[in-house]
DNA sequence: CTGAATCCCATCGGATACTG
DNA sequence: CAGTATCCGATGGGATTCAG
């Protein structure tokens, strides 16, 4: 099956014509071309929201903002590490703001900025997808791994 | 900026409410606790569209079906290697279909299921965004860059 | 509390060569 | 044409330690 022939429409959400993806396509293949050196934006996006934590962040300070202990105790199994290196990176694009409170103890609180805030509505649309048809694609592999 | 006290509305595409958000949250800590073996739907999908050529053969076969050497030569950069093993994954995770065709030579011809064709609007509303919000993003690493 | 710096290993993915 | 198998370098991310 595949996409020819027509328009896709999903409960709810935008449409999808074989144009949007022709166009998409495209954009990429310009990026590509006219500046092979690396900075393509779907790149860059895949890079961040596939990297282990930068999803989950986001998910989270959309419900709140927080601070970054609260943040480390939120997010389960995340290292110091990873949530600094990760925060710095979502500050760095613009997705995230950080502010500093000159207490003693000293006390950063993160949250989403209005960048963060619209690329949220879309990766809770997909992680939204993921859980409805988690059982789907559990059965595919299943059903993968029977045939060998 | 936050995310509190309220909905945030984006042109053209679905409400996102903290309660959305919220719910999210609460059905991958769910998966987390029931089952911390590894199975969380949600790092699943990130793993698939994270890695470096799911999306792009995603898009790709978005357009149209298309056979292997086809696909080889359509996604630049791509080796042999990774696109066996990518379409194994995305065939294994349900989303692309493999029909062989007993000819000589033989040929091969991937298409994406309907469980591909309805992750394809959610991925290309994401990739949609990412061109949109491209030079955003770019001003914002100056800014920071500059900051030091 | 918030972070930077170091060490170190597991995995991802590219190049190359070989098969039906 | 459509794969599989092997090798191997680059990178991601965890554990740990130190600092303001």
Request: hydrophobic letters at 40%; one cysteine or more.
């Amino acid at each position: 099956m595949n996409a020819k022939g027509g328009t896709n429409s999903f409960d709810g959400h935008p449409q999808v014509t074989n144009t949007n993806i022709a166009e998409l396509n495209q954009g990429i293949d310009a990026w590509v071309e006219n500046d092979f050196s690396g900075a393509c934006p779907v790149r860059d996006l895949l890079d961040r929201i596939g990297d282990k934590w930068s999803v989950l962040i986001i998910l989270r300070l959309g419900q709140q903002d927080e601070r970054f202990r609260a943040l480390l105790r939120a997010i389960e199994g995340i290292s110091q590490r990873m949530l600094t290196v990760t925060l710095r990176g979502l500050e760095r694009d613009g997705l995230v703001h950080r502010e500093v409170f000159d207490t003693r103890p000293p006390s950063v609180v993160y949250s989403l900025t209005p960048l963060g805030v619209s690329l949220l509505g879309h990766i809770s649309s997909l992680t939204d997808w993921a859980l409805e048809n988690a059982t789907t694609v559990e059965l595919a592999k299943s059903r993968y791994d029977a045939n060998t």
